[in-house]
């Protein structure tokens, strides 16, 4: 069953318009990822989904619910979360309080709510009381991820999850970001290693200019030879 659904999108900011004729679909569950070049708008899908970027045109639906000009808070209550690429933490706050920042459309955040991503996140309990500026690019970005993660989302928007991490961190992230996945999270992810994505994901999307340059099952896009050679790097 579909859960996402993005159709004839045009969106950008303000009159710049970026994204023509966009179609993205994600099912309940499943994990899908978009790639393409610097400036093919990946992110601007993520941030139209959240009502950030200007939408000009198309329908995005949610659960069968009309999103397309949904406030973000809205839409964080009909189960989706996002994760941006940046100034995706409160460096001056501690990592509880942070998770807590996740949660805070709850009038109250269920304990478990913090014990799952703990569970999920380890080091975080370990350091709950300090101050996420003080912590690894990693380490933030488990915060990140934790926040988000506050309010059970059925799908998780990841934007550039693995930037700014050193190479020896990267794996380990794609490794968290599959066990939430596999838990039973949908998840949209936006991702400069486009190799290791694609490998991972069930489906992907290619973007150029701002439209749809070719979608299919990961393994099938890491094969096909014009992909590798125009997007991948042969």
Excluded: W
């Excluded at 939430?180 to 490998?199: F, H, P, S, Y």
């Amino acid at each position: 069953m579909t859960l996402l659904d993005v159709s004839d999108l045009d969106a950008g900011y303000g009159d710049l318009q970026i994204l023509e004729s966009v179609d993205i679909e994600v099912s309940g569950r499943e994990y899908v990822t978009i790639v393409g070049p610097n400036g093919a708008g990946k992110s601007t899908v993520m941030r139209a989904i959240c009502s950030i970027a200007t939408i000009m045109d198309g329908e995005i639906l949610f659960d069968g619910t009309d999103i397309t000009r949904m406030n973000q808070a809205e839409i964080i209550h009909h189960g989706l979360s996002y994760v941006p690429q940046s100034g995706n933490v409160f460096t001056t706050m501690t990592v509880r309080e942070n998770l807590e920042m996740g949660g805070y459309v709850l009038d109250a955040i269920p304990p478990e709510r913090f014990q799952a991503v703990y569970e999920r996140f380890p080091i975080l309990e370990e350091r709950a009381d300090q101050k996420v500026g003080t912590m690894s690019g990693g380490q933030q970005q488990m915060v990140a991820m934790g926040q988000a993660l506050m309010l059970n989302p059925e799908m998780l928007l990841l934007d550039e999850p693995s930037a700014g991490l050193a190479p020896s961190l990267v794996d380990d992230m794609f490794d968290k970001i599959d066990e939430i996945n596999e838990d039973g999270t949908a998840i949209l992810m936006v991702e400069q290693n486009a190799k290791e994505a694609l490998r991972r994901c069930d489906r992907g999307y290619v973007l150029a200019q701002g439209q749809n340059y070719h979608e299919g099952p990961g393994d099938e896009l890491l094969a096909d030879e014009q992909v590798r050679r125009d997007f991948l790097g042969g």
